[in-house]
């Protein structure tokens, strides 16, 4: 009977399909374990080998689970919403939603193309997801939700006093009795200071134009990455090295009017609650980093000949007395109004240049030196000497005040720019406020030294001389203590067109919220995706676009009155709109009225195990625990933190192959001949070679519609074949490295793709892809089967096994259930096929050794697993049946083969029972006819035995 892969494969996943095996429940007395992957954004291009690791490390977990008893959650969706199906749409002429659809569900679409569809390749990798609570962001009925989010979001307020958003109705009553003196609140910079008698006098209008400066999500003039190829703003993370990681169009930094959200707020608790999370350490760095918390003061500086002030943070305000000069970030607000009529050229013109710069770049960029002085003098606050006012990229509008107090002596950035435009109009020589020589470098060391030339601060070293400055400062009125963080509030506008929209109309330049009973405010159809000709997103194209508030319903832009029909908002929200709450979505995913049930958020709590890709290190995993602890705050989630525990898996690297092109001809050298030849590498498809040999099939090669130039090609060959270059790359459709899943799963079957991709290596590696090592596990595989089956059937005994059976089982139970505790699943796959040969040695067709090893192998190869419990006699599925327990019994030694040495040279062994004494063992070993002939009639003088270790007979 032989094991085919393709009927028990498709056998199954209809069986689990049709009995919705994989269901959660919501009720349940079990324990709960909740686990997740970062779901995928279905592209046309669908899944190449590498995307799977995850989902098959954290399927395995998730069965695991089920035979430990644990009631699972293990769902799958879409993150359906984005640039790359817009842009794909403005390419094809395709609707993003038809497409988008096409990518998950498969088929042909209007260009003829076939496209497989994710959910078609990943039910073909067997893996065991509760399907019935499938979300894709895309959907209304999942971004009604969404919307209703972002309302909540803008009817609340933080509360430093409570340290925690509240309703805006907290807020305002706070304002009717007292005004807004006593609110401790993250809001707008230079809010105004009323009364409560202030707050009535004000009209409507001015009372929403207060609060808006309060609200958790706001309207405020933003710089932003505008990338004008694309018609829209980009997050720093979608830009690389200045372009647009999509398509490398150009970005520049410019001002718009965008809706943002106050993460800020939530700085502190985003940092403290890294330490409550079983997270690595390198991806909590990261997020330590982004959010990038400094202890300081705030220093105010006026400007000379100006009302304005330059605001500086510094974490080094003891270092006061050693500015020579002040630098502001191009972007800063005040530099077209203290910018001479002298310097005003210049600094425009840098200004424009560094707007073609991503911040980013900028912060990477610690070579470059650059800068413009602007004419104007700043006073310090104790000397009151003029410090000139210089503009440099090296500062950041989104990072601190956007302004720097250059101290030379003690930074060496500061150090480097002064020196660079030493002796230049405005760049006085460098201050030396330490005991130390700055001759050569900068020196900024926080200790071993004593401040001098510094007035009332001299002797002092850091910690008294910061904490003497601040008592001044404060006394003055000059600055304070104060707490920076590095992370800004999030833009959260976006000028396209397929992402979610707001629930917002505008009356008189105000926005106005859609009340939840009205959502969802479904996306319109447009023609074109494109921004307008006047520079109005996507959404000025539609014609249906404007808020009836009689109705409470879209109606016709002609209907615009800004009486009873207003404009609705143009933008849409970001890509992580959608990633920032799913999770919670999937413990209730059909509910209509509200995102989530509170008794199915209080039983699933949040994610026990989420596993995905490192690049979501900030972006993603810092706005989902930001939304998380607002909607905590609010009360509607039930914990701080999302999830607990996070793995991120490395990447399944291509091995790209490449033929070799004479820079002077079209001739061909094979990779053994191209030494000292001047030849350029071409990338080659992998169905024109043979993957094991590397040996390429040159008449493919001809006819392939990518080298069709080469049709007549000269092909230089060694031994009488072309042997292409092999080189591990990125997995990528450029690269033409690209491995189906659909490829492997039909020549070896899915349960051999899961059990190699576990095999490859560590979870967390990257490591290369190789066919040619796949059919070691598909080998495996039919070892496996062949323990249960000969060519006639079942061979199955239920007599008793030996202890040697036992004891190559309790091994493989022992080791298995430790790896899958440690997310160690390589050394799995390696035990189940020294288990699997050992048994084979045994000649082992016990029951009561294989109806545990097949659940022992479900987690990982959950198809044979099925079929070998089937046809061990059982009904249903394996997927519940309670894991193998390890008993340590069967691993105790009950015997041990003794060398048997004569003057410390081992002559032969015996094996003997362990529990027998000294006396007994050497009566054995002296009556063994082996002692005897060794011995030829002498007498040992000394026999030295030492139970479980060694027998020497001595002299």
């Not at 028990?8 to 909740?34: C, G, H, L, R, V």
């Not at 007549?712 to 990528?732: C, D, P, W």
Request: with cysteine; proline share 4%; charged share 25%.
């Amino acid at each position: 009977m032989k094991y085919h892969h393709e009927k028990i494969e498709a056998k199954w996943q209809q069986y689990w399909a049709k009995n919705q095996t994989f269901a959660a429940s919501n009720n349940s007395d079990k324990p709960k374990y909740y686990v997740l992957d970062m779901f995928p954004y279905p592209s046309g291009a669908g899944l190449h080998v590498g995307h799977p690791l995850g989902y098959i490390a954290s399927d395995i977990v998730a069965r695991y689970k089920r035979h430990q008893g644990f009631n699972v959650l293990h769902p799958q969706g879409y993150d359906s919403f984005g640039l790359p199906a817009e842009q794909y749409a403005i390419q094809t002429g395709q609707h993003p939603a038809d497409t988008t659809r096409m990518n998950i569900e498969g088929g042909v679409d209007k260009s003829g193309n076939t496209i497989q569809g994710y959910r078609n390749q990943l039910d073909r990798i067997g893996f065991s997801f509760d399907w019935s609570r499938e979300v894709r962001t895309s959907n209304s009925d999942y971004y009604k939700h969404t919307q209703w989010i972002f309302i909540q979001l803008f009817e609340s307020w933080y509360n430093k006093n409570s340290d925690k958003a509240e309703s805006i109705c907290t807020l305002i009553q706070e304002f009717e009795k007292n005004g807004n003196a006593n609110v401790n609140a993250v809001c707008d910079d230079n809010i105004e200071p009323f009364s409560a008698e202030d707050w009535k006098s004000f009209s409507s209008e001015e009372q929403q134009k207060v609060l808006l400066q309060y609200r958790l999500t706001y309207l405020a003039e933003t710089e932003v990455n505008w990338c004008a190829a694309l018609g829209t703003v980009l997050a720093n993370d979608e830009i690389v090295n200045g372009v647009s990681e999509r398509g490398g169009h150009p970005v520049v930094r410019k001002k718009m009017t965008q809706w943002s959200m106050r993460i800020s707020a939530y700085a502190e608790r985003l940092l403290q609650g890294l330490n409550e999370i079983d997270w690595s350490e390198s991806i909590k760095e990261s997020q330590r980093n982004w959010i990038g918390k400094s202890v300081g003061a705030m220093v105010s500086f006026h400007v000379n000949n100006h009302d304005a002030k330059i605001d500086v943070f510094t974490t080094r305000p003891d270092t006061i007395f050693g500015v020579t000069f002040m630098t502001l970030a191009p972007e800063h607000e005040l530099v077209t109004q203290i910018t001479t009529s002298e310097q005003k050229a210049a600094v425009e013109a840098y200004v424009e240049a560094t707007a073609k710069r991503s911040e980013r770049e900028r912060m990477a960029d610690v070579k470059t030196i650059s800068g413009v002085f602007t004419g104007a003098y700043a006073e310090h606050p104790f000397t009151k000497e003029p410090i000139p006012v210089w503009i440099g990229d090296y500062v950041l509008a989104g990072y601190g005040t956007g302004a720097v107090m250059a101290v030379p002596c003690g930074d060496e950035r500061d150090y480097a720019f002064a020196n660079f435009f030493k002796g230049t109009h405005g760049m006085p020589e460098i201050k030396n406020i330490f005991n130390q020589d700055i001759s050569e470098a900068a020196y900024g060391e926080k200790g071993g030294f004593e401040l001098v030339n510094s007035d009332f601060l001299n002797g002092l070293d850091y910690k008294s001389g910061t904490k003497k400055i601040i008592e001044e400062l404060e006394k003055i009125g000059a600055g304070n203590a104060k707490v920076n963080y590095r992370l800004r509030d999030a833009v959260f506008s976006r000028q396209r067109y397929w992402g979610e929209p707001f629930p917002v109309y505008y009356v008189n330049g105000l926005p106005q919220m859609i009340d939840k009973k009205h959502l969802p405010i479904v996306l319109p159809e447009v023609e074109k995706y494109l921004p307008t000709e006047d520079g109005q997103p996507p959404l000025g194209n539609a014609t249906v676009w404007a808020w009836d508030t009689e109705k409470n319903t879209v109606v016709s832009n002609d209907l615009i009155d800004n009486t009873k029909v207003f404009p609705l908002e143009l933008n849409t929200m970001p890509g992580w709109a959608g990633s920032s709450w799913y999770w919670m979505r999937y413990m209730d995913a059909h509910n209509e009225k509200e995102f989530a049930n509170e008794d199915a958020l209080k039983y699933w709590e949040n994610v026990d195990l989420y596993i995905g890709g490192s690049e979501h290190a900030t972006g993603h995993l810092l706005y989902s625990r930001f939304w998380n602890k607002f909607l905590k705050d609010r009360g509607y989630a039930p914990t701080e933190e999302p999830f607990k525990k996070l793995i991120n898996q490395g990447m399944i690297l291509g091995m790209s192959a490449f033929v070799y092109r004479s820079e002077d001809s079209k001739t061909l050298y094979s990779k053994g001949l191209i030494k000292d030849k001047n030849v350029h590498p071409i990338h080659v498809d992998l169905s024109v070679i043979n993957d094991i040999t590397n040996e390429l099939d040159i008449e493919k090669f001809k006819n392939h519609p990518l080298y069709s130039d080469y049709a007549n090609a000269e092909f230089i060959l060694e031994n009488g074949k072309y042997i292409v270059g092999r080189e591990v790359e990125k997995m990528s459709k450029s690269k033409y490295n690209v491995v189906s899943p659909d490829d492997i799963c039909e020549e070896y079957g899915a349960d051999t793709l899961r059990l190699y991709e576990m095999f490859l290596g560590p979870l967390e590696q990257s490591k290369p892809w190789n066919t040619a090592g796949i059919t070691g596990v598909a080998g495996f595989l039919k070892k496996l089967w062949r323990l249960y089956f000969d060519d006639n059937g079942s061979v199955i005994v239920n007599d008793e096994p030996t202890a040697e059976m036992y004891k190559s089982l309790h091994k493989t139970i022992k080791k298995v259930t430790e790896d899958i505790e440690n997310f160690s699943f390589n050394t799995s796959v390696s035990q189940f096929m020294i288990c699997v040969n050992e048994l084979q040695q045994l000649k082992c067709n016990h029951r009561a050794i294989l109806e545990p090893l097949a659940v022992l192998v479900s987690p990982y190869a959950p198809h044979i697993a099925e079929e070998l419990w089937s046809a061990l006699g059982h009904e249903g599925s394996i997927a519940t049946v309670a894991f193998p327990k390890f008993e340590e019994k069967y691993l105790v030694e009950s015997e041990k083969e003794y060398p048997v040495s004569f003057n410390g040279k081992m002559r032969f062994t015996i094996k003997l029972p362990l529990d027998l004494t000294k006396e007994q063992i050497q009566e054995i070993v002296l009556a063994d006819e082996r002692t005897i002939a060794q011995l030829a009639g002498n007498t040992p003088k000394n026999i030295i035995i030492v139970p479980g270790k060694i027998i020497n007979l001595v002299g």
